[in-house]
């Protein structure tokens, strides 16, 4: 079975390279203070229009989410390749006995898995409703699926634009650049905006149905867990992560 082999030596490398990336995140303050930051806003949020609203329900706290990721998930990414750029280590994993398709998985699976770490910390929110009333658990967990999606691809083009850079500045303006637009261009007012600065061409409503992570990711939370929709996170997520290891062959080969 030297097929069986051989994938069983692949998912090894990559998981060393994720264990070591993933210490690398638990050793660092920065990312302790984001993660911080990033539940104490958005359970902040959450708490306010559920105090005002008093309705059961955990809608809310994924609405203001994907513009919370913008600078939250890029401030994760940020450091994974640049910061190996920085210290002059990028040529040394070069040279190791790994492709470059398991050190960019390796490190893709560091940064998803610290953030779904994160992401837990808002649990005690359904199990706060839970004990308050009766929420449609189903909803909650397509919307737990719809976080994760959404920060699976942010992650992905993080990863990307941090391997183009030895700045973890530029690399962090980047992604939260691209997370913007991500998110923004299926933003409601911008689709009309930019659907009445052309109204022939309909611009914003395109931009909306072939480029926006918003629709997919809203799809998610009002529970329809549709085959389009995973695929477009999980295309678009492989895409970034592909598009890194090009980048790392050229620089290996």
């Known amino acids: 079975m030297p097929e069986l082999r051989s994938a069983r030596a692949y998912g090894e490398g990559a998981l060393v390279v994720c264990a070591r990336e993933l210490g690398a995140y638990f050793d660092s303050p920065i990312a302790y203070i984001c993660a911080a930051v990033f539940l104490a806003l958005s359970g902040t949020t959450f708490m306010n229009t559920f105090f005002l609203d008093g309705v059961v329900d955990m809608g809310p706290y994924f609405e203001v989410l994907p513009f919370l990721l913008i600078p939250f998930l890029p401030a994760l990414s940020?450091?994974?390749?640049?910061?190996?750029?920085?210290?002059?280590?990028?040529?040394?994993?070069?040279?190791?006995?790994?492709?470059?398709?398991?050190?960019?998985?390796?490190?893709?699976?560091?940064?998803?898995?610290?953030?779904?770490?994160?992401?837990?910390?808002?649990?005690?929110?359904?199990?706060?409703?839970?004990?308050?009333?009766?929420?449609?658990?189903?909803?909650?967990?397509?919307?737990?699926?719809?976080?994760?999606?959404?920060?699976g691809l942010f992650l992905a083009f993080g990863v990307f634009v941090s391997c183009l850079t030895r700045n973890q500045i530029v690399a962090f303006v980047l992604a939260a650049l691209l997370g913007f637009l991500f998110v923004f261009s299926g933003h409601e007012q911008v689709i009309e905006v930019l659907d009445g600065l052309s109204p022939s061409w309909q611009a914003g409503t395109w931009l909306a149905e072939t480029v926006s992570a918003l629709p997919h990711y809203q799809a998610l939370g009002r529970g329809v867990v549709a085959l389009a929709d995973l695929a477009y996170f999980a295309l678009l997520s492989a895409f970034f992560l592909w598009a890194n290891e090009q980048v790392l062959r050229r620089g290996k080969y």
């Open 78 to 151: 940020m450091r994974t390749w640049a910061e190996e750029r920085a210290q002059h280590t990028f040529e040394l994993l070069l040279t190791l006995p790994l492709r470059p398709s398991q050190l960019v998985l390796g490190k893709y699976l560091a940064a998803l898995g610290f953030y779904l770490v994160v992401l837990a910390g808002s649990l005690p929110i359904p199990l706060m409703l839970c004990w308050l009333g009766d929420p449609d658990l189903g909803l909650i967990l397509a919307n737990y699926l719809g976080a994760a999606s959404l920060g």
